[in-house]
């Protein structure tokens, strides 16, 4: 297929031939022919509890060629063109440099180790290379947008979309941040560490063209957090949190899942960027997950909340999933795989849709028409 145009490539692929081509889900396009790149970022050297989510992007990668094309929420997603970049071999020679760093500092840091000086050598080392690991995806990405791609990241942590996010601020003078995750990471510097993880939302909301966040799922955070919450709404940004628990209550008390999502909706503006950690499910989905926490999301939950957000004229410029670990049997990867294409199809479909006008001409318009999709008539039928 190497010389073949984009749409010959359209013409002669199989999408029910398993991993007919050689791109992330089995896909053949290049770069250049994809509407849509996937960044990997195997990136872990702040984790503070179970590693592996370096090893996430690779593992994707390879559970990918398993994941049927045919989108029933928008069907022939696939034709826009989805590429996966190879991971970048810098990224990755640091992280595993820092991390040996991080988890002696770490233990110093909770033990109350001596060598204060040594410890402080080490920590702006770790935060050095978190720095440079922003600008550096800063870069990367900066270029993907202005040559036109939608872009979403794959880690990694959740450390990871902070030079995304400078990249898009370049674009766009304001933009909310879609949070489903189990943690609220609005820790100022946890443990020491400027880029933690657990710091990526506070982090988020220094840069001035954020200015909504609006989490889903959470359910583990701090007294600093609730703390930090207050101030950055004196400072004007808008931070409002869907707790998991108090979700799960009002389903149980009669509310309906789509009622919560359009309140979720309600107040994100126009354009938004979704930062998916994987432990923003339910634990059973990922079990070898960095941090994972009782309760959680269900797979269709949070298909159902994008999608629905889509339907409502939401904007994605961008987006992340994070803190998949693969684990030995694979099984994170395979749920981190299929979460991926669903986010990577309704992305598509949010660039390239047109709500009140259908195009049959377009052979990868949308199939829906007054919120009915082909699933919703076969049953109707």
């Known amino acids: 297929m190497a010389n073949q145009t ?34 990997p970022v195997p990136w872990e050297v702040t984790v ?33 063109g989805i590429f996966m970049q190879k991971p970048d071999k810098w990224i990755s020679k640091v992280s595993k440099e820092m991390r040996p760093l991080a988890v002696d500092y770490i233990d110093a840091f909770v033990n109350g180790k001596a060598d204060k000086k ?18 550096h995806l800063r870069k990367t990405t900066s270029e993907l947008l202005k040559a036109g791609h939608v872009v979403g ?33 609005l820790r100022k510097a946890y443990e020491g560490f400027t880029y933690s993880h657990a710091s990526i939302k506070y982090n988020a909301l220094q840069i001035p063209s954020v200015n909504a ?56 503006p126009k354009q938004v960027y979704i930062s998916f950690d994987i432990d923003g499910l339910d634990p059973k989905l990922c079990p070898h997950t960095g941090t994972p926490v009782p309760g959680g999301l269900e797979f269709e939950q949070v298909v159902y909340l994008i999608d629905r957000l889509v339907e409502r004229g939401i904007d994605i410029i961008g987006f992340d999933l994070n803190e998949v670990s693969p684990g030995k049997d694979e099984w994170d990867a395979n749920v981190g795989a299929r979460m991926l294409y669903k986010m990577c199809s309704l992305a598509l479909r949010a660039r390239h849709q047109h709500p009140d006008v259908a195009d049959d001409k377009d052979p990868v318009q949308h199939h829906r028409h007054q919120g009915v999709d082909v699933l919703d008539k076969e049953n109707a039928d």
């Open 48 to 80: 503070s509890y179970n590693p592996g989510t370096a090893d996430a992007p690779e593992a994707i990668m390879e559970a990918s060629k398993q994941v049927d094309l045919y989108e029933p929420l928008y069907p022939n997603a696939w034709q826009h």
């Open 118 to 135: 040594h410890n402080q050598e080490t920590l702006e080392r770790i935060n050095e290379a978190g720095l440079a690991l922003r600008e």
């Open 213 to 268: 966040l609006v989490q889903v799922g959470i359910r583990d955070f701090s007294d600093e957090e609730m703390a930090n919450i207050e101030t950055l709404r004196a400072q004007g940004k808008i931070v409002e949190t869907f707790y998991d628990a108090r979700m799960k209550r009002r389903l149980y008390e009669g509310a309906t899942w789509k009622q919560i999502c359009d309140g979720i909706i309600d107040v994100l």
């Open 153 to 185: 990241l794959v880690g990694g942590d959740h450390s990871i979309p902070l030079g995304f996010l400078d990249a898009l601020a370049e674009q766009h003078q304001s933009f909310g941040i879609l949070q489903i995750d189990a943690h609220m990471d």
């Open 6 to 39: 984009k749409a010959e490539k359209i013409k002669f692929f199989d999408p029910s031939s398993p991993a007919g081509g050689d791109g992330i889900f089995g896909l053949p396009f290049t770069q250049d022919e994809s509407d849509l790149v996937l960044v």
